[in-house]
Nanobody
Framework: VQLQASGGGLVQAGDSLRLSCAASGGAFSIYSIGWFRQGPGKERGFVAAISYRDRTRYYADSVKGRFTISRDNAKNTVYLQMNSLKPEDTAVYYC?????????????????WGQGTQVTVSS
């Protein structure tokens, strides 16, 4: 499956953005989708994920209450709605597909990765 992330940009603190992850070339409904991010000089870290099995959503503590992940299987797309953005949210955001439905905060559980989309939040 191929993944295409989009929707990044330059915003001010407190603003919102919606990222999209469009999938093609595979049975989208059997993959859990996760979002990860990598800031300057940092390792790639988990942001959010949604299970293919029951649509259970998982979030990193740092984004709980501000970010919402959702999926539209009819459009083969997963969204990450990001509200109340902070400068520390600045990073390249990646979406990835996994055949697992648990442990979705682990990078090693993901087999397919999209290219990143840059999110920059100014103070």
């Amino acid at each position: 499956v191929q993944l295409q992330a989009s929707g990044g940009g330059l915003v001010q603190a407190g603003d919102s953005l919606r990222l999209s992850c469009a999938a093609s070339g595979g049975a989208f409904s059997i993959y859990s989708i996760g979002w990860f991010r990598q800031g300057p000089g940092k390792e790639r870290g988990f942001v959010a994920a949604i299970s293919y099995r029951d649509r259970t959503r998982y979030y990193a503590d740092s984004v709980k209450g501000r970010f919402t992940i959702s999926r539209d299987n009819a459009k083969n797309t997963v969204y990450l709605q990001m509200n109340s953005l902070k400068p520390e949210d600045t990073a390249v955001y990646y979406c990835a597909a996994s055949g697992y439905y648990r442990g979705l905060d682990e990078v090693r559980k993901y087999d397919y990765w999209g290219q990143g989309t840059q999110v920059t939040v100014s103070s």
